[in-house]
């Protein structure tokens, strides 16, 4: 007597559980009775028939060639055959049935009859534990582990995604009363080497080829009273009337409403005759797998339509392939593009760049292309023109403010010198303040800036050039009151005068002149370090006829001072074109108002204490082009005093004036580049945009990271992107690096996505997502995590990731 | 992984650009100084345990950009705040004045109860001082909260700060919790209770 050994046969009969395990497994042993038969063909025949689709069962997996190592001592090496999963009306059963049994059962010449002991038949609500192996050379294997703990012979998949097949067919006849724990879906996105997304993580990529092990648990949501009542009904052979109805779900997809659609209408169940219409029952089961199925599909269907709806936005529609771009614009191939200093074939100079890059001798010439400053097409002469245009503009701008700071650091110097006073006083136990001290400060301007400058001056020169400069400002003020009252050296109105005479305040000071030049050598070390010498020189601009000037110009360049040179050099002294300029300020009337004053004075103070610790280690900013910074910085605040000074906004001017080291220039392209950063800003609504949008990509593309986020509530808040969005990610890189990434970002506008910084970013979270996730980091550790790991980025990883993060969600929108 | 501190205390750093706040968390986590340190942009933190009557506790210190107009960032994290250091420039009136626009968004934004102290960096700048050390002492008598003088960059005293800032803290949760369970059997209680019943933030705090 042969048998087909039933999945509890495969085990020592003393762990077979009839009573403890609810519900379906009450009944393996009719159903067992059922299947164990002669050995006969006819019946083994019925058997193989039984392995197909029919009217009891319906087939939800099968697979040949599938191998399996039975539990026999003959059998030394695994068996191939043929594996499938079916679901009746009392739930799952994995079948495996060895191929000698499967082929040719009609031929009888040969005693197969062993093989029927081979033969496996689990029923799945034994089982508690899948356990998976998975091997990128070999496949994969599942060992099914039943509550009693005992193993069942492992099945062993052939290499080619069977194993996961074989898996989600698993899953998805779970349904609605069982599930997978983990579910599988995320299992296989974040983990399957076989999936698309390729993890980039070298240390991941190298595990890849390795094998993998990954153990769900079968869980069974349905309620246990429900299924007793089912199996009373089936076991006692009830018939349920005709007019039994099984209530069908109907609308709702959620696991909990569909479980409660198996439960037959009790109501009727005491008023019918004893026997079951299993047929009924069986029918019911098929249209809840076909309306599951259905709606799983309009699950799906409604999920995609989301994600079209609400990140369509997100990526180009059009997808442009990256062929023969990976070396990105070379000098070889810009000498292709940009044929007679025209560059016409715009579309390709942005696909190039987004795919490999600029070399970095090009970069001075095509970024301002990037960034809209020059336009494509444009012939040399209309750029150089345009340059020019340019830098005049810049300059002019800049003697604007330049008046303008003159008359802050004179306000400054003197709410310093009250401020000393003060305290003096305070310490000397209320010893009044001399008076002339009073008077002297608040004349002096530029006292403290220039005494490095005066100490190789002629004292003739000295005087000179310090009568010109004080000549040129008159400051009205009431001296007695600020003795009084330090609230009312606040003054309405400050006079640019470009008549020296009109002065009298100066005459006052020259009396005094010895006295205060004594007192301001104290007051230096009082007073800060100030880059002032350029708001000197533009208002000695004022007296375009006056020796004097010449002489301090003269002065001044012997010293040889770079500030300086930048500062005539910006301000066309040097040349003789625009040596009879007209000060603007003078132009202006020279008349600020008060408030004017105050907030561009402000401002002025944040720019000088962000320029002077603005990457002091790059070898550029390490002593020399602080004031480049400083001026492009002013003369965009300047330009734009309403929005006013913000921290970070240095940040973004630094790669691009150490790029083209030419001030005008960098002021150009930077405000191109603030009419998209602005957004990014505080009073912007852009950065909360990138929160939710960064949330949603997160939930599409890594559906695993995006529990994890979810389970610490305080993730979604997204701070740790605060930083890379503000700052498209200059902090977070080395300079060479943010030159790569800014002009791929620039690109990526015209080729792929004008929210290309959001790919940026989910591919920097990608890179270390299994540090993020197997270390179950919450919300202050990202930070931190991020911030320590600020410019120690493989770039180009970071790069390639982002783009196909972009290709990725292009095909899932395009893919209808 | 074992708990390795017995409690965790969330400090922030508030004050001016360019005070020094960043400076002084550097000197506090790491004792260095950096003349080349950068402005802070949007916010970072640093983590020191102390040891505080036999207690290890971990200070988490939250470093915010000074510029006013990220407050709607950085005001995210006052509430969960336990400490507040107030920091201003003793060379720069301004940075002193606007302590007490600081202290305004601390009642707008932070738990009523939250310990708060002032700082007057820079103070090895002795010749530049522009705020006298009475009137920093003035202005914490005016608030009932204490004050110190410190300097990140020759080191002076900012370990006191901090020190003094988290027994406070410790003080006054021990003495929260002593009030919310009526001593029984004496200062026994005084030990084991702490580690029993952490605040909400102090149960989920993570092992760095």
Redesign the interface.
């Known amino acids: 007597m042969h048998r087909i050994s039933s999945g509890g046969h495969s085990t020592p009969p003393s762990v077979r559980r009839p009573i403890l395990n609810f519900g379906r497994s009450l009944n393996t042993s009719s159903e067992d009775s059922t299947i164990s038969r002669n050995n006969s063909p006819h019946i083994a025949k019925d058997y193989v028939e039984s392995l197909h689709q029919n009217s009891r069962a319906a087939l939800l997996f099968g697979k040949n060639n599938v191998h399996v190592m039975p539990l026999k001592a003959e059998v030394t090496e695994p068996m191939p055959g043929y594996l499938s999963l079916h679901q009746t009306p009392s739930g799952l059963t994995i079948k495996w049935t060895p191929n000698q049994l499967m082929n040719g059962f009609s031929d009888e010449s040969q005693d197969k009859s062993v093989y029927w002991d081979f033969a496996l038949q689990v029923r799945l609500d034994e089982i508690v534990y899948v356990h998976c192996h998975q091997d990128s050379e070999a496949g994969g294997t599942v060992i099914l582990v039943g509550q009693d703990g005992v193993q069942r012979p492992p099945i062993h998949f052939p290499k080619g995604g069977h194993m996961l097949a074989f898996l989600s067919c698993l899953e998805t006849g779970l349904l609605p009363r069982g599930r997978l724990d983990p579910p599988l879906w995320s299992q296989r996105s974040g983990t399957n080497s076989n999936t698309r997304r390729r993890r980039p993580l070298p240390a991941l990529s190298e595990t890849e080829e390795t094998t993998k092990d990954y153990v769900f648990r079968i869980i069974d949501n349905s309620d246990h009273k429900d299924i007793l009542k089912r199996k009373d009904l089936m076991d006692t052979k009830a018939s349920l009337p005709s007019r039994v109805r099984v209530q069908l779900c109907s609308t709702s997809t959620s696991s909990e409403s569909s479980s409660k659609s198996f439960s037959l209408d009790q109501q009727s169940v005491p008023d019918s005759p004893p026997s079951v219409y299993i047929q009924a029952v069986c029918d019911s089961m098929k249209k809840q797998i076909i309306s599951r199925a259905f709606y799983g599909w309009l699950a799906y269907c409604r999920h995609l339509s989301t994600v079209r709806t609400h990140l369509s936005g997100l990526v180009n529609s059009k997808i442009i392939n990256g062929d023969g771009a990976s070396e990105g614009i070379t000098l070889e191939k810009w000498t292709e593009l940009c044929i007679d200093g025209v560059v016409s074939d715009y579309g390709e100079v942005y696909r190039q760049t987004y795919f490999g890059g600029i070399c970095n001798e090009l970069r001075t010439e095509i970024w301002p292309y990037l960034l809209g400053h020059y336009k494509f097409g444009s012939t040399t002469e209309q750029r150089k023109e345009l340059d020019e245009e340019t830098k005049q503009a810049y300059e002019n701008t800049m003697s604007e403010w330049l008046a303008v700071e003159a008359i802050v650091r004179q306000r400054d110097k003197e709410?310093?010198a009250h401020?000393?006073a003060k305290?003096s006083s305070?310490?000397a136990s209320g010893e009044p303040v001399p008076k002339e001290i009073q008077r002297d400060l608040s004349n002096e301007v530029f006292e403290d800036e220039i005494t490095d400058d005066e100490d190789s001056m002629s004292e003739e020169e000295k005087i000179q050039s310090r009568k010109s400069r004080r000549n040129t400002i008159k400051y009205e003020s009431d001296e007695d009151q600020q003795l009084n009252d330090e609230d009312n050296a606040e003054i309405n109105l400050v006079q640019i005068s470009s008549d020296p005479e009109a002065l009298p305040s100066s005459s006052n000071c020259d009396k005094n002149d010895e006295d205060a030049e004594g007192r301001s050598q104290e007051l230096n070390?009082?007073?800060h370090n100030v880059i002032v010498t350029n708001a000197s020189l533009d208002i000695t601009n004022v007296e375009t006829d006056g020796a004097p000037v010449r002489n301090h110009l003269d002065a001044v360049t012997e010293e040889n001072n770079s500030s300086l040179d930048t500062c005539i050099e910006t301000h066309g002294l040097a040349s003789p074109g625009r040596s009879a300029c007209v000060s603007p300020a003078s132009s202006n009337g020279g008349i600020y108002s008060q408030e004017l004053l105050k907030t561009f004075g402000l401002n002025l103070h944040?720019i000088e204490?962000?320029v002077q610790?603005?990457?002091?280690?790059y070898w550029y900013f390490a002593n020399e082009n602080l004031d480049k910074l400083r001026n492009v910085m002013c003369t965009y605040v300047w330009e734009h005093l309403d929005i006013?000074y913000?921290?970070?906004m240095?940040?973004l001017v630094a790669p691009l004036l150490v790029t083209f080291d030419d001030e005008s220039l960098t002021y150009a392209c930077f405000c191109h580049l603030m009419e998209r950063m602005i957004e990014n800003?505080?009073?912007g609504n852009a950065m909360d945009c990138h929160f939710a949008n960064m949330r949603s990509l997160i939930q599409i593309l890594d559906a695993e990271m995006y529990e994890q986020m979810h389970a610490h509530g305080d993730y979604t808040?997204f701070?740790f992107c605060?930083?890379w969005f503000?700052?498209d990610f200059k902090?977070e890189l080395v300079y060479s690096d943010v030159f790569k990434t800014w002009e791929v970002i620039w690109a990526a506008q015209q080729v792929a996505s004008s929210h290309f910084v959001l790919f940026l970013a989910l591919a920097l979270l990608e890179t270390y997502r299994d540090i993020i996730l197997s270390n179950?980091?919450?919300f202050?550790?990202i930070?931190?995590f991020f911030?320590e790991m600020a410019e120690r980025h493989d770039v180009n990883a970071i790069l390639k990731l982002a783009r196909e993060l972009v290709l990725q969600l292009q095909i899932l929108i395009e893919n209808k | 992984m074992a708990k390795t501190y017995d409690y965790l205390f969330k400090l922030l750093l508030i004050g001016d650009s360019g005070v020094g706040k960043t400076c002084v968390l550097f000197r506090f986590s790491e004792d260095a100084f950096n003349t080349t340190f950068i402005s802070t942009i949007g916010i970072d933190f640093k983590i020191r345990t102390i040891d505080l009557d036999g207690k290890k506790i971990k200070l988490q210190i939250w470093d915010t950009a000074g510029q006013e107009r990220f407050r709607t960032i950085t005001t995210a994290y006052y509430r969960g705040a336990m400490g507040i250091m107030l920091v201003y420039d003793i060379t720069n009136e301004k940075s002193f004045e606007n302590i007490k626009n600081w202290i305004r968004n601390i009642e707008e934004n932070a738990s009523a109860d939250v310990e708060k102290m002032l700082l007057g960096n820079k103070c090895e700048l002795e010749e530049k001082r522009q705020v006298s050390k009475e009137r920093g002492e003035q202005l914490a008598i005016e608030y009932g909260i204490k004050f110190i003088e410190t300097s990140a960059k020759a080191s002076i005293r900012v370990e006191e700060a901090f020190f003094t800032l988290a027994r406070d803290i410790k003080a006054k949760m021990e003495k929260k919790l002593e009030a919310s369970n009526p001593p029984k059997g004496g200062h026994q209680l005084r030990t084991s209770e702490p580690q029993k019943k952490p605040t909400s933030w102090l149960s989920r705090c993570t092992l760095l």
């Open positions: 709410d310093q401020a000393i305290l305070e310490s070390d009082f007073i944040r204490k962000d610790r603005c990457d002091r280690n006013g913000m921290q970070g240095c940040d800003f505080p009073n808040h701070y605060y930083r503000l700052l902090r179950g980091m919450d202050t550790d930070i931190k911030n």
